[in-house]
């Protein structure tokens, strides 16, 4: 037995430290029951929390994990929900353009159809624009890519079907293959008046397709011609009071004009009027569907048009090369395309193209109708052989000059071209001045003071010279003769042509003389009868006794004074002077006994008139029943027409030039060409105007070096020259100049309507540089890094899915359209599947990373969860051992006070 101690009490520290050991268990027992973790620290476990702490990092991971999958699936089905009324969309346009393929529509029907297509494709827009998740674009493309370029001809399209890989790049555009521009005739045109072929000047109120089957005119008020082409639509205005000209000048720059000034931006096309063919002509400046017109309004306007593809368009062809820029391997992709889009060159987009434009000069002059005329001159004269004597004057007797007019000959060069209105204004500048005996076109042999000029006028129906009388009836004659070059040229054949129709001049006597006349007084009664030639006598007045003598001899018409007449021979007197003075009238007996006196012509120009001779001043007309100066015109009838039928092979068009000149061009890459003479050897050098047939420009400049250079030529539709680069884009050039000479200047402005003192550049670009950043949207689904599910959104606006310029206007279009609308549809569908399984794999993945967070959880429980029973007894095992302690280690405390009582 151990003894007593005072400076250690070994009992009470034993008794203390096991307190202490229980007290602290009893502690960590409280502290993981309150916590229901197994380990709180490091040191309860270390080993276990090491293990339980990247458990729970792994447990956090998978749950964040979980919230992106199903954020990534909300997104989607945003987008999705746009995508499905897209689709809704579309198959209302495909409808629509279905519908518009019926030809039960008329072209205004189609038109309405039109603004409901507009209204959808704006629609699509609207919706790629405002559909947004967490204020981000959804359908813009910036979930898949941002993409710019160095110029606005080269637009990108996000379509998100491949990976996209992010940098910069050079694409170059390359023409492989030409395409073909389109052609549309019209139907033929003619004017209602005349029933030929329109003329530029006809109206189009005038025009026999203007009117429909019941006579209405279609042009009662404007009626408005829509155009469409180019991705553009524009409007012209139609009147019954625009020439044709008028016309297709307004259609032709509406085509022309720039898009942002309401055009078609379709520079260099051309719609003109041909004269010759009596046909619209449209011609495209651009190669392919772009460069397609289509015409849309009142239905009896189109039928009017009835506007018809001659030529079909082919698209051109082209080689699409982009190029990686900065990267250690570099890469080229290259595709070949025909509608402007290439797909597949750089990954996940689309690069649409502007197609380039070459540079032009377009001339605004048109050649007009000419004739050439070959080797021989030719060479006609004619006369109006119903002419009159100039010498009216009533103070003598009227001497007939004949019948016959003063005469012109027309001459026309050999080896030279004529404008047929310059043939025109030839003749009617010689007509008025035959009788000049001075002027060279006068026929001198028949030219006097005493001769009239000749009542006729030229013109020209189409290539055919037309002479035409004044006067009508059958007193507008004609007589013309010619050269073997007039008839094989111009179709003018010898011979005489007479006008129809009309009324005669008829003089009706008041008296019955069927029981004979006697003249009252004494002597001779001496009368003139005068027809529309004013030919009265051929002769001066006889003084034979006898009437047949006297009028034989060139005198007046005599009766005898006092003395019984019969009928018979007042009638037999006055044809008998008829017949031997040339006098165009006949004398008859009505039913009634009166004397009439009838001309044997018709029109305006048929005349009788009868009157006292001067050497009978005293005489009456009263026992005729006539007065003296009594006369009558006759009226309408029509006018002698003499038509030549000009040589096929003759006619042509021409350009008309003060005088010759000269020019040079030069390309984009300064090559120039020799000095090119706009002339023949037919024309002097200088001061000497002329026409040039479009034929000899074309030989002239096919003669000259332009080949050599990137320069070519044309004459349009509307027979107007062209210049115009073989290359395109901003790089091509033509220059044309005259060494800064005023005069060539002026005279080719003139002439072609082109100022050959200019350059014109091309439009367009060939080579673009492209930055593209990668935007595809990932989403970390795991726990751990690089655990990410990505996903693009592709680009869902109009331009993207190919829908701008949509036209249902027309069949074709329509056709057209169809195609584009159902490629429309298969890029929403596709983008829809692939959202959606998308989406399907973000649902398993959620299902997975579920399972494989309970999995974990579990796993990390066991390792730090407290066990609540085990640790409960340990809690009470703790406390009565503590409890225990406690009461050992105040009997520990009094032991000591054992000893003191020894010391008391």
Do not use: C, W
């Amino acid at each position: 037995m151990e003894g007593f101690r005072i400076n250690n009490n070994v009992n009470a520290l034993v008794a203390n430290g096991n307190l202490r050991q229980h007290q602290l268990g009893l502690s960590k027992s409280i502290e993981r029951l309150s916590s229901g973790l197994r380990i709180n620290r490091g040191a309860d476990d270390a080993a276990g929390l090491t293990v339980s702490e990247k458990l729970r990092a792994q447990i956090t991971g998978l749950e964040r994990g979980i919230g992106n999958a199903q954020d990534a699936t909300s997104l989607i089905q945003t987008a999705e929900g746009a995508l499905n009324e897209d689709h809704a969309i579309l198959n209302r346009m495909r409808e629509l353009s279905i519908q518009a393929q019926s030809d039960a529509l008329t072209s205004g029907d189609r038109l309405e159809i039109q603004k409901e297509v507009e209204q959808l494709v704006s629609e699509i827009d609207r919706i790629a624009e405002t559909t947004e998740f967490n204020t981000k674009k959804a359908l813009d493309g910036s979930m898949a890519a941002l993409v710019s370029t160095d110029h606005s001809d080269l637009v990108a399209y996000q379509t998100g079907e491949k990976t996209i890989t992010g940098g910069d790049y050079t694409v170059k555009v390359t023409k492989e293959e030409s395409g073909v521009r389109q052609i549309q005739n019209s139907a033929i045109q003619r004017d209602s008046d005349s029933g030929n072929v329109a003329s530029l000047s006809t109206k189009l109120g005038k025009l026999e397709s203007m009117t429909d089957l019941s006579g209405n005119s279609r042009l009662d008020s404007p009626e408005t011609l829509v155009l469409k082409g180019n991705e553009q639509t524009t409007e012209v205005i139609m009147s019954s009071d625009q020439t044709l000209e008028e016309f297709t000048l307004k259609v032709e720059e509406a085509i022309a004009k720039d898009s942002a000034d309401g055009g078609l931006g379709m520079t260099g096309a051309t719609f003109a009027y041909n004269a010759t063919s009596g046909q619209f002509i449209f011609e495209a400046s651009r190669e392919g569907a772009i460069g397609e017109l289509s015409f849309g309004g009142d239905e009896g306007i189109l039928k009017a048009l009835a506007m018809q593809e001659t030529t079909e368009s082919e698209d051109a062809a082209f080689k699409v090369t982009a190029s990686s820029v900065g990267l250690a391997t570099a890469t080229t992709v290259s595709e070949n395309t025909t509608n402007g889009r290439a797909t597949g060159v750089l990954a996940g987009i689309d690069l649409q193209f502007e197609l380039s434009s070459e540079a032009r000069h377009d001339g605004t002059i048109a050649a007009s109708e000419a004739i050439t005329v070959s080797t021989n001159d030719v060479v006609f004269t004619f006369f109006d052989t119903n002419a009159s004597t100039t010498e009216d004057d009533a103070s003598e007797d009227l001497v007939g000059a004949g019948n016959k007019s003063a005469g012109v000959t027309i001459t026309l060069t050999a080896s030279r071209t004529y404008t047929t209105a310059s043939i025109s204004t030839m003749i009617n500048n010689a007509v008025s001045a035959a009788n000049d005996g001075g002027n060279a076109l006068t026929v001198a042999a028949n030219t006097s003071s005493n001769m009239q000029n000749p009542g006729i006028s030229a013109s020209f129906d189409g290539y055919n010279l037309v002479l035409t009388s004044s006067a009508t009836g059958t007193t507008g004659e004609i007589s013309v003769a010619g050269n073997q070059a007039a008839q094989d040229i111009l179709g003018i054949v010898d011979g005489k042509t007479t006008g129809s129709g009309g009324e005669t001049a008829v003089l009706l006597g008041t008296i019955d003389i069927s029981q004979g006349i006697t003249i009252n007084g004494t002597g001779t009664l001496e009368l003139q009868v005068g027809d529309g030639d004013f030919n009265i006598n051929q002769g001066s007045t006889g003084s034979g006794s006898g009437m047949s003598d006297t009028i034989a001899n060139g005198g007046n018409i005599q009766f005898n004074r006092g003395v019984a007449i019969s009928a018979t021979s007042v009638v037999n007197t006055f044809n008998t002077y008829f017949s031997a003075n040339n006098i165009k009238a006949e004398a008859t007996q009505t039913s009634d006994g009166k004397l009439e006196i009838r001309s044997t012509e018709t029109g305006t120009d048929s005349k009788v008139s009868i009157s006292v001779a001067a050497a009978d001043p005293t005489g009456s007309l009263a026992n005729l029943g006539f007065v003296n100066g009594q006369n009558d015109v006759g009226q309408g009838g029509n006018a002698a027409v003499l038509t030549g039928i000009t040589n096929d092979a003759q006619e042509t068009h021409a350009f008309t030039f003060a005088e010759t000149f000269r020019f040079q061009v030069t390309d984009k890459n300064g090559a120039q060409t020799n000095s090119i003479q706009i002339g023949t050897t037919s024309v002097n050098l200088t001061g000497e105007s002329f026409s040039i047939s479009k034929e000899a420009v074309t030989s002239i400049l096919n003669g000259s070096n332009l080949s050599t250079t990137d320069v070519d030529f044309g004459i349009d539709a509307g027979n107007r020259l062209d210049f115009f680069s073989r290359s395109t884009g901003e790089e091509s050039r033509v220059v044309l100049t005259t060494g800064n000479n005023a005069t060539y200047q002026s005279i080719s402005r003139n002439g072609f309507g082109m100022d050959f003192e200019s350059s014109d550049q091309g439009e367009g670009k060939t080579d673009f540089n492209v930055h593209v950043t990668d935007k595809t949207l990932r989403f970390e689904v795991g726990a751990n890094k690089q655990q990410f599910m990505s996903f693009q959104v592709r680009s869902a606006t109009s331009d993207s899915l190919g829908l701008r310029g949509t036209d249902v206007t027309n069949i074709d279009a329509a056709t057209r359209a169809l195609g584009k609308i159902d490629d429309a549809i298969q890029a929403v569908s596709s983008e829809r599947s692939k959202l959606g399984s998308v989406q399907n794999r973000l649902a398993s993945t959620i299902n997975n990373q579920t399972v494989t967070k309970a999995n974990l959880a579990g796993f990390e429980s066991s390792i730090r969860d407290v066990d609540l029973a085990k640790e409960t007894v340990e809690f009470t095992r703790n406390q009565i051992l503590s409890q225990a302690g406690t009461a050992q280690l105040a009997q520990a405390k009094a032991l000591p006070q054992g000893g003191l009582q020894l010391l008391g």
